[in-house]
């Protein structure tokens, strides 16, 4: 899942990065409301979830959520403010804000809320995800397999190999390209090496090839790959 981040004190930014890509979120890190707005053009519907600071240099949060919302989009979006006087609060949620969370707070906290967020939208955000044999579970951010005779086994995977899996499922039986898995699950300006791709899903074959399912990655020549799923 991939996450806005639009917080401009360095400190807390990098703190709550640091706390999310823990959890395997992918964070895109905005630190004005200039570099978020960019963000937003080049991809609103990248992000499941928006966490937005109230006073930003450059462009405010509230005007950054009132935008979005100016778009019909429904992404869910978690303020954070020092801001705790009530009206303060009605004018964030007013202006489209799903939940808001007082400065100083806890990460476990910020973490709580976020997965209170996604309960809340469960279109967007699923619990679990289940396709052929393959089960991803969010709230735990495991993945199961379902073996031979039915019996669910849990898979090892890191981060990356997660999120790369999760995307193969969200697009069975279509071809990927390296752009898209590059687009989608690396951060921008983070470019990583061009093989960073083929060395991921190296990694991850090796892991699903001993579990004998039936579902597989392909490599599609010349375009990108594709996962396999059997009924
Ligand atoms: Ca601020």
């Not at 937003?40 to 006073?55: A, C, H, R, S, V």
């Not at 400065?103 to 209170?116: D, I, V």
């Not at 995977?157 to 990927?176: A, G, M, R, S």
């Amino acid at each position: 899942m991939r996450i806005l981040l639009v917080e401009d004190e360095t400190d807390l930014g990098s703190a709550i990065k640091r706390a999310l890509i823990q959890y395997n979120y992918i964070v895109d890190w905005a630190q004005d409301g200039e570099e978020a707005t960019d963000l937003i053009e080049i991809g609103l519907n990248l992000y499941t979830i928006g966490i937005f600071d109230w006073l930003l240099p450059k462009i405010s949060g509230i005007d950054l959520i009132k935008k979005i919302r100016q778009q019909n989009s429904s992404l869910p979006i978690l303020m954070l403010t020092a801001k705790d006087r009530e009206e303060d609060k009605v004018i964030g949620l007013d202006a489209g804000a799903d939940d808001y969370l007082v400065k100083p707070f806890g990460m476990a906290e910020l973490l709580a809320r976020l997965r209170a967020l996604q309960r809340r939208f469960p279109l967007i955000n699923p619990q679990q995800l289940t396709v052929g044999k393959i089960t991803l579970d969010y709230s735990t951010y495991t993945i199961s397999f379902q073996d031979k005779t039915g019996d669910n086994k849990p898979l090892s995977l890191t981060k990356k190999e997660f999120q790369i899996l999760e995307y193969f499922l969200k697009h069975p039986n279509q071809i990927v390209t390296r752009d898209q898995l590059l687009a989608q699950l690396w951060e921008w300006g983070n470019e990583p090496m061009s093989n960073v791709v083929a060395a991921q899903i190296r990694l991850l074959r090796r892991k699903l090839e001993p579990l004998r399912i039936e579902h597989c990655i392909e490599t599609v020549y010349g375009l990108g790959y594709r996962f396999i799923i059997t009924n």
